[in-house]
């Protein structure tokens, strides 16, 4: 795998507490900067997972809206139920006019 | 309603917003699309697929495709008389943007049945804005290319992989039922 660099500007306090951790640790800068960023991808990646997980089941029917609703937020369930029904009625329609070509 | 002879397919008309214009290209059936329904767009739709079209990624090919289908005369292009109605659905409906807002408008106006929109975030409140307009996904247009034989069930399968990937996991979820339900149609 190769390796990517980057650079960003942060709060120069924020700066002295990370310098902090590094040198309790006995860790360079950039380590702590580095394990950081993948904790939080991670994280970020396990939430993904679940949400999509959760999202085929309330779509096959296996969880109700509310309970959907806590795990990914009220906006996105919404989202996604009115998303589930308008791909529905667009499926009847297009059964509807195709009939008139065949 | 237009005549129709034996060999004449019968055409819907659709407004297609920018989503759509470019789920349908990226799914590469955008043009199979013009065989069963005319597609019209407002001049804002135009000018999104515009900014899109200067990206060089998938959805930049996909929108540069769409402005060569309308600078062919495949997809027409018309004008919004009511302007003031579409800055009141954008002020009071953070989820329409401009482009929405005046498909939704051109479709009342012209009294075209269908909107067809990908954007699950905006279609709540197109709806409830929508009075006789019906809101439909691109879904529709490729649903009737498989139930009239013009793409595959297979074709079809593919473009919806395509068109889902890069979206939002909340998209990608819809087109994957999306997929079972063509699945379902023959």
Known sequence: ?102 | MPKRTQKEIYKTIVVGDTSALISLAVGSVLLKCLRISTILIPQEVYNESREISQFNDVHGKAAQETIRMISNGNIEVDEVEHVNKINELVSGYSRINEGEAEALILAQEKSIPILITDDFRSIPDLKKNSRDVEIHLSIYLLARLVLENIITIAEAQNALNRISEGRTWESAAIYNLAKKYIDELK
């Open chain 1, 1 to 102: 795998m190769s390796l990517e660099q980057i650079s960003m500007r942060i709060d120069s306090r924020l700066l002295r507490e990370l310098d902090q951790i590094a040198e309790s640790e006995f860790k360079r800068r950039s380590d702590v900067v580095r394990d950081a960023l993948v904790a939080h991808v991670k994280h970020e990646i396990e939430i993904r997972q679940i949400k999509e997980m959760v999202t085929k089941q309330f779509l096959e029917g296996k969880l109700s809206l509310d309970d959907f609703a806590r795990i990914v937020s009220f906006d996105i369930a919404q989202q996604i139920k009115v998303g589930k029904e308008t791909l529905k009625e667009s499926i009847e329609r297009a059964k509807k006019d195709s009939k008139r070509n065949l």
